[in-house]
């Protein structure tokens, strides 16, 4: 059974910390995903990945960072977050061609930056 | 850059009742897939369903499935007798084989009553 996982369901930060958001996945999938999901907005894809090492921005990188070592692990970092990245964070993963293939989603992480 | 609108918010059905899903693309590309992603209560989200565009017949998967207008750049997902466990955020999605991303509507939200 594929499988998405990401550290932490909910997390709680502060205005100006750094905060790291990490995804796991075990399907030896090439391309990984970060979106966020606001409601009224569906999902925004912040960066992406087609390689270990390689990485892509999406329609909203500013803010953010990311990191991919390990074929199977995917970091996104906030470098400071602020308020108005409280948001819902997915991660996802799929085999071959970018998009044309199902993507397998993380369960989200609630993020609140106060 | 392609466009995805879900112009119904929410909806809701009676339990063994059809109920229809509304989705328009706008994209120049004449190869593309389209896709219909579920996300229940605190679940993750997974594919529903997924269409080539290239492919006249419309996709069907069990009591789900869609109808594609390609002139009309439509992409609907017809659900038949619905069930309590269909209660989820639905979205629309668009890959062009030009494009390196997934593009997402703002999702409906369905819910099935008893």
């Known amino acids: 059974d594929v499988k998405v996982t990401q550290s932490s369901r909910y997390l709680v930060k502060r205005t100006g910390e750094k905060v790291f958001l990490e995804c796991v996945q075990d399907?030896?999938?090439?391309?990984m995903f970060w979106y966020r999901q606001d409601p009224g907005l569906g999902l925004r894809l912040i960066y992406f990945?087609?390689?270990?090492?390689?990485?892509e921005k999406g329609d909203i990188p500013e803010g953010y960072s990311v990191s991919r070592e390990k074929k199977e692990r995917f970091s996104l970092i906030l470098e400071s977050a602020s308020t108005n990245q409280t948001s819902m964070y997915l991660c996802?993963?799929?085999?071959?061609?970018?998009?044309?293939?199902?993507?397998?989603f993380g369960p989200g992480t609630r993020l609140t930056v106060t | 850059a392609q466009t995805v609108t879900q112009s119904q918010p929410e909806m809701s059905v009676q339990e063994a009742e059809t109920v229809t899903l509304s989705c328009t693309y706008d994209?120049?590309?004449?190869?593309?897939?389209l896709f219909w992603y579920k996300q229940p209560p605190s679940r993750q989200m997974i594919l529903v369903i997924r269409?080539?565009?290239?492919?006249?017949q419309n996709a069907t998967e069990n009591r789900f499935s869609v109808n594609f207008q390609k002139a009309a750049k439509s992409f609907s997902l017809k659900i038949s007798d619905s069930q309590l466990g269909d209660t989820a955020m639905y979205f629309c999605?668009?890959?062009?084989?030009?494009?390196?991303?997934?593009?997402f509507g703002e999702g409906t939200q369905l819910t099935v009553n008893p």
């Open positions: 994209t120049s590309e004449s190869n593309y897939y």
């Open positions: 999605a668009f890959w062009g084989t030009s494009g390196s991303r997934l593009t």
């Open positions: 990945s087609y390689d270990v090492k390689m990485k």
């Open positions: 269409q080539e565009a290239y492919k006249q």
């Open positions: 996802a993963s799929t085999i071959g061609t970018l998009g044309a293939y199902e993507q397998y």
């Open positions: 399907m030896d999938h090439e391309n």
